[in-house]
């Protein structure tokens, strides 16, 4: 008996248009030659690979699908298309991508001036420039709705005071893009940061991580740091706004996971095909047929939540609720299948060469950064009760 390869049973690939297809193949064999075989040894040594987040840019990968300013064009599908490879391959890389393109690059298209679109996007689509976005503080995560740093305006300039937490590109960054609180008018507004340029900005690398190894997150503290009225983004009014730009990679951590996923499903059928037991090949015994079926059933209900994603996106119509179920099950359902792969190749599982465990411990940020598990489950919880649970 032949058997089926891959994880498109649903036929997903036929929903595709041929540049959807093309991104998907360019990004595939971007993953299989140039990140596979070199990604453990970055992982194992906590080392960024800043060669292969150049290549993001020099493949036309990175812009978040944003109009113009140098972006390569890319549907909602085919964004998540890169965000479901890149990820397949390794989640540092994917994050890179999340915090550059869907966090800084989109509040900056979103909520920026065309000054500062100008000066920015071109150089951040070729990676040229790398960006981060500031939100979370030590004190506030899930609650970053409260943060505390502080922005005083002084003449043409603007006095941040305070400390960020967990700041993805922190200590690389060329623009980071800070969510501050004006002391005037006690509203949440954003400031591109350049910290090459701003005495009072100090970022100290958050080392000893067991998950996402490979990407940098930066305890950040701002001391007095001056930015002119010119860095603040003028469309930034209010905490909502930053929320608007969190609606969208919300939707592409659900992409990530399903590459995640995939990456554990593939390797848990491959493995179980080859090694033997009792004299047979693992995949010959009932119990772990039905593993593997269940792994790939999930797999199969993620893909579908994305495409529809996609399309609700081209046609305007992600909602929060929307996102935040898609974060919740696909993260959720991820860190599951991630754990039977990691059972299925048993003690050799739990080795780096053979790509589960990485996997695994990377899942664990995903479920928690852009909003937990939990919280993704209370903005459903108020939108089906009309009660919100958590404010
Ligand atoms: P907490 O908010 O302290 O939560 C701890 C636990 O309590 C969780 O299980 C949570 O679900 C639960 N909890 C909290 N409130 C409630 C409630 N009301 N009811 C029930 N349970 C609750 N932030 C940025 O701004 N920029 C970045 O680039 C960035 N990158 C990140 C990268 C990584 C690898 C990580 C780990 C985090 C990153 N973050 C970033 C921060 C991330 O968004 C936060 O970690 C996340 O929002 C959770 O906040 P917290 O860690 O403070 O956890």
């Given at each position: 008996i032949g058997r089926a390869r891959g994880t498109d049973f649903f036929r997903?690939?036929?929903?595709?248009?041929d540049e959807e297809r093309e991104i998907w193949q360019r990004t595939r064999r971007f993953v299989d030659d140039e990140v596979l075989p070199v990604i453990n040894e970055h992982w194992e040594r906590a080392d960024f690979p800043r060669d292969l987040a150049l290549r993001l840019g020099e493949l036309g990968?990175?812009?978040?699908?944003?109009?113009?300013?140098g972006c390569p064009p890319l549907s909602p599908i085919a964004n998540g298309l890169i965000h479901l490879e890149l990820n397949r391959g390794d989640g540092s890389l994917g994050t890179f991508l999340g915090v550059q393109s869907g966090l800084a690059m989109r509040s900056i298209s979103m909520l920026g001036s065309e000054e500062q679109k100008q000066r920015w996007l071109p150089a951040m689509a070729r990676v040229e420039a790398i960006g981060a976005f500031a939100l979370t503080e030590p004190d506030h995560g899930?609650?970053?709705?409260?943060?505390?740093?502080s922005a005083r305006r002084d003449g043409d300039t603007w006095v941040l005071d305070g400390e960020k937490k967990w700041i993805g590109n922190g200590t690389i960054a060329d623009v980071v893009v800070v969510w501050a609180r004006d002391t005037e008018d006690e509203k949440v507004k954003g400031f591109l940061v350049e910290p090459a340029q701003t005495p009072g900005y100090r970022a100290e690398r958050i080392d000893g991580?067991?998950?996402?190894?490979?990407v940098w997150q930066a305890h950040i503290t701002l001391d007095g740091a001056r930015v002119p009225e010119?860095?603040?983004?003028?469309?930034?009014?209010?905490f909502g706004d930053a929320g608007q730009v969190l609606a969208g990679t919300r939707n592409a951590v659900a992409w990530a996971a399903l590459g995640h996923a995939t990456a554990g499903y593939e390797i848990a059928v491959e493995y179980c095909s080859r090694r033997e037991q009792f004299g047979k090949p693992?995949?010959?015994f009932q119990i772990v047929q039905h593993r593997l079926v269940k792994m790939l059933a999930e797999v199969c209900a993620m893909q579908l939540y994305c495409l529809r994603l996609g399309r609700l996106m081209d046609e305007d119509q992600l909602t929060d609720t929307i996102a935040a179920i898609a974060k919740m099950n696909n993260t959720s359902k991820a860190r599951e299948v991630l754990s039977e792969a990691r059972d299925l190749l048993?003690?050799?599982?739990?080795?780096?060469?053979?790509h589960v465990m990485r996997h695994m411990a990377d899942m664990e940020a995903l479920h928690t950064y852009e909003g937990t598990e939990t919280i993704q489950t209370l903005i459903v919880g108020r939108a089906i009760t009309g009660v919100g649970a958590f404010t």
């Open positions: 997903i690939a036929e929903q595709l248009d990968l990175v812009g978040d699908g944003i109009e113009g300013y899930s609650d970053s709705v409260a943060l505390e740093t991580k067991g998950s996402l190894r490979s010119s860095s603040r983004l003028p469309e930034a009014r209010s693992l995949v010959s048993g003690g050799n599982g739990i080795l780096l060469e053979n």
